[in-house]
């Protein structure tokens, strides 16, 4: 399987999300899990290369 792929763009208060079928099940998988461990607001996720270890960029 290939590394999950997905691209995040910001423009004034809009955000534009794409990504293969991998990074979908990936995105899905990690809003899951933020919407379940009682997060305090400040927790966020790195799309960059190389970090959090397994997300690249289209």
Known sequence: MSAPRIKVYGS????TVTADAPGLRLLGEL??????TGHDGGHHVHFEPGING?????
């Not at 397994?54 to 289209?58: A, G, K, P, R, Y």
């Open 12 to 15: 004034g208060q809009e955000i």
């Open 54 to 58: 397994f997300l690249t960029t289209v």
């Open 31 to 36: 809003l899951m899990d933020l919407a379940s």
